[in-house]
């Protein structure tokens, strides 16, 4: 199917609002808008199939079941498992990885052991890892950008380290759009024996993953930012890692058989669900993996880097404008400062001529200060993103200039 | 450009944000305290030397932040020297009150600050006006935590 950006716009209610031009939305890094297919399922489901799951022996708590199973099938499709149980339904992200760390980190990280992240980690994937790291004795490495923000990778081989115990790494910076070379990363890290995570929030909804062929032992991503629901994330884990793993949280729904003295949890993924899930979240996650796997993920990469070189092209030609993070590999996120004008004026004025960025450190605060900047604005791109979204971005900034100046 | 942000970004706030006042380190402040905005980062250290009588007989600050929290602390300096403990308490008061009060209030006694009745149009800012004077708060009360506006 022939990529076409008018007729995507249309599926997002929120560019119909109003009768003045459209929101220029260029924070997608931060959340996605969400498609009508997506809201739909959720007013859908909430209509007509709620109940709780795994429980109910009635019709409706089956139907329920069942489609949130659905879901979980959706997503190993999407991202290219072997098999469903491998997937579990988190709350994004940052959960995931918090669930990496508590399950697999407390039982495979010691005294003396290190942990190899980079420095291009939002604060999801290197906040859990120094905490543990204090937690259990155990060394925190980063592996060291350049002043482009490219990755070292000669760098980041030296320190894998006979102590390294696991590599967790971006699969791309949501606060400058590097994107990482990651199978090199599987590959060097693989070749000691050391898994990998890959914090996928801002890959995912980017370019086609496939778990299987990156040979990655974690893949973790946010359902909000990939056009689905907030509050709703995945874990891929292979299933001999999770099978290995102790529970998360226990409770309800994760168990196989409670006594008073001692219980028997549940199998994978239920394992690591305690509780009731967020239902309706990991079924309207699914419908967002259908509607982008209906445009094709090929094609979605495609249109983004389309869009991404637009953007160099015209905040290019901006003299008193400087890009904050050069790398050769970049996708979806232009991060940038303007001589004389705090981000945060910057965003406050494109604002008001209904340019949407982000101003601020993009919780990643060791990136920036390694690339000397308090903070930057960041404009990042979506499926519904036009060249008109940009040209309105490179306008605004100018004025901006101009009130400054 | 809207109305809305003509009234934010006006003259007198460019002006503090391009030359800020008593932007430097004093020899040997009574007082100090340092003020930090953790959701974006911009930092504030106030100086105060208080007389005898505990009036403020000078005032300075450094730091790095936006156009709004930098003329907010360049326009306050201005504005508490040769005020009493009370008095400047007060005047923050006030100043709040501008800047999350309802649209008609009208506090008395700010002077110049009045330039930042703007900011009530952009809730999101308000922290950025109110850094320097939570700082100034902090190092008044002799306090030696870091202000926070979260």
């Known amino acids: ?87 579990v339904f988190v709350r994004g992200t940052t959960e995931a990885i918090n669930l990496v760390a508590a399950c697999y980190g407390r039982t495979h990280i010691g005294t003396g052991d290190e942990v190899l992240i980079t420095a291009l980690e939002h604060h999801a994937n290197l906040v859990p890892w120094q905490q543990l790291c204090i937690e259990r004795g155990a060394k925190l490495r980063v592996a060291p950008v350049d002043d482009a923000a490219h990755l070292d990778i000669e760098a980041f081989e030296a320190l ?19 994107r990482v070379p990651v199978r090199e990363l599987i590959r060097l890290a693989h070749a000691r024996g050391i898994p990998v995570l890959l914090d996928g929030a801002q890959a995912a909804p980017r370019f ?128 940038f400062v303007l001589d004389g004008v705090h981000p945060h004026d910057v965003g406050t004025v494109l604002d008001g001529s209904g340019v949407a960025v982000r101003a601020g450190h993009h919780c990643a605060q060791p990136l920036m200060e390694r690339l000397g900047v308090p903070a930057t604005v960041r404009a990042s791109l979506g499926i519904y993103n036009n060249f008109d979204d940009l040209e309105r971005l490179a306008d605004a900034i100018r004025r901006c200039l101009k009130l400054f100046a | 450009m809207s109305a809305e942000l003509r009234e934010l970004y006006q003259s007198t706030i460019l002006d503090h944000n391009r030359e800020p006042r008593n932007f430097r380190v004093p020899a040997t402040p009574s007082h100090r305290a340092d003020g930090y905005n953790p959701l974006c980062g911009d930092r504030v250290t106030i100086y105060l030397t208080l007389d005898g009588d505990g009036a403020i007989e000078d005032v300075a600050f450094q730091g790095s932040g936006c156009a709004i929290s930098t003329a907010s602390a360049s326009l306050m300096t201005q504005a508490l020297k040769g005020l009493g403990r009370a008095e400047a308490l007060a005047l923050f008061d006030n100043f709040h009150e501008l800047l999350t009060g309802a649209p008609d209030s009208s506090p008395q006694d700010i002077g110049k600050l009045a330039v ?26 002799g306090r030696s935590e870091t202000a926070k506006t979260e």
Request: aromatic fraction near 8%; include cysteine; hydrophobic fraction near 45%.
């Open chain 2, 116 to 141: 930042f009745a703007g900011v009530r149009e952009f809730p999101m800012r308000v922290k950025c006006a109110t850094l320097a004077w939570h700082a100034f708060r902090s190092a008044i009360e």
């Open chain 1, 160 to 178: 894998l380290g006979p102590r390294t115990r696991l590599v967790a790494a971006t699969h791309v910076s949501n606060a400058v759009g590097t």
């Open chain 1, 208 to 335: 086609p993953v496939n778990v299987l062929e990156l040979e990655v032992d974690f893949y973790a991503f946010s359902g909000h930012k990939l056009y689905g629901p907030s509050g709703i994330g995945a874990l891929y884990g292979r299933a001999e890692l999770l099978d290995a793993m102790p529970p998360y949280q226990t409770g309800g729904g994760m168990i196989e058989r409670v006594r008073f003295e001692e219980t028997t949890f549940a199998a994978v993924p239920e394992r690591f669900e305690a509780g009731t899930p967020n239902i309706a979240g990991a079924v309207g996650l699914g419908v967002a993996c259908d509607y982008l796997s209906s445009i094709g993920m090929e094609a979605v990469e495609r249109h983004e880097a389309a869009l991404l070189a637009h953007a160099e092209r015209l905040l290019g030609e901006i003299p008193e404008l400087r890009v904050i993070g050069t790398a050769a590999a970049k996708t979806g996120v232009l991060s």
């Open chain 1, 1 to 87: 199917m022939s990529f076409d950006v008018e007729r995507i716009r249309k599926d997002f209610p929120i560019l119909q609002v109003g009768t003045g031009p459209p929101l220029a939305y260029l924070d997608t890094a931060a959340s996605a808008q969400k498609p009508q297919p997506v809201v739909d399922a959720l007013g859908d489901f909430y209509t007509r199939h709620y109940a709780n799951i795994h429980r109910g022996v009635y019709e409706l708590s089956a139907d329920a079941t069942a489609r949130y199973e659905a879901a979980r099938d959706k997503v190993r499709a999407f991202l290219g498992a072997a098999e469903a149980r491998e997937i």
